[in-house]
C-alpha cells in the first residue's frame, strides 16, 4: 500500500523553483507589485455565498 501511495502523490506535485538572487524579473526590496482587478456581478455574488452575506446592497442598484 505505501508503496503506491508515493508514486500517485508525488506524480501530480510540481518541480520547485530555485530562486537566487541573480536570477532576472526577482523582486528586490523597494519593488513595487500594481495589480487591478474589476470584479464581475459573478464574484460578488460567489463572495457573498462563501461569507453568507446576502446584503441587498450587494445586489440592488436602489439600494445601493
Known amino acids: 500500500m505505501r508503496m503506491m501511495v508515493?508514486?500517485?502523490f508525488?506524480?501530480?506535485v510540481?518541480?520547485?523553483r530555485c530562486f537566487s538572487s541573480s536570477a532576472?524579473?526577482?523582486l528586490k526590496i523597494g519593488?513595487?507589485?500594481r495589480q487591478t482587478r474589476i470584479f464581475s456581478?459573478?464574484?460578488v455574488f460567489q463572495?457573498?455565498?462563501v461569507t453568507?452575506?446576502?446584503n441587498p446592497l450587494y445586489f440592488d442598484k436602489e439600494s445601493a
Open 6 to 8: 508515493k508514486p500517485l
Open 31 to 33: 519593488d513595487i507589485l
Open 41 to 43: 456581478n459573478e464574484d
Open 14 to 16: 510540481l518541480p520547485l
Open 24 to 26: 532576472p524579473n526577482m
Open 52 to 54: 453568507c452575506d446576502l
Open 47 to 49: 463572495y457573498s455565498k
Open 10 to 12: 508525488f506524480r501530480n
